[in-house]
């Protein structure tokens, strides 16, 4: 019978009380930016690097969320149009909605409830 040998290496990732790989901040953070430029789908991503989807997925989504959070809320302020002189004609006004529609009229009134309906 011949020699068994074997060989230690150690990854310096720790693991909890059921044998589970527990990863640093810094990795994890690392995994998240490597895959948002890699181009990959995150089963893809995350079977290349032999880290188990769900767990990933959670990384993801909890950076996505923390990222989010950061933004600025959006602001929206009234707007009161001067009156037009009823000799000249009617500004024309635009309105652009988030899904790239542009709603474009000269009565306030009518483009807003166009855009109510166009959101309903």
Do not use: C, H
């Amino acid at each position: 019978m011949g020699a068994i040998e074997t060989e230690v290496v150690e990854t310096w990732d720790k693991r909890d009380g059921r044998g589970r790989k527990l990863r640093l901040v810094e990795r994890r953070t690392g995994f998240v930016r490597s895959y948002q430029s890699s181009g990959l789908t995150m089963a893809a991503f995350a079977r290349r690097e032999g880290l188990k989807y769900s767990t990933f997925a959670g990384w993801v989504l909890r950076s996505a969320a923390r990222s989010s959070s950061r933004v600025a809320p959006v602001r929206f302020a009234e707007v009161r149009l001067p009156i037009p002189a009823a000799s000249g004609p009617a500004p024309g006004l635009e309105v652009r909605l988030i899904d790239g529609t542009i709603a474009r009229g000269t009565n306030a009134m009518e483009l807003a409830a166009l855009v109510r309906a166009l959101k309903s």
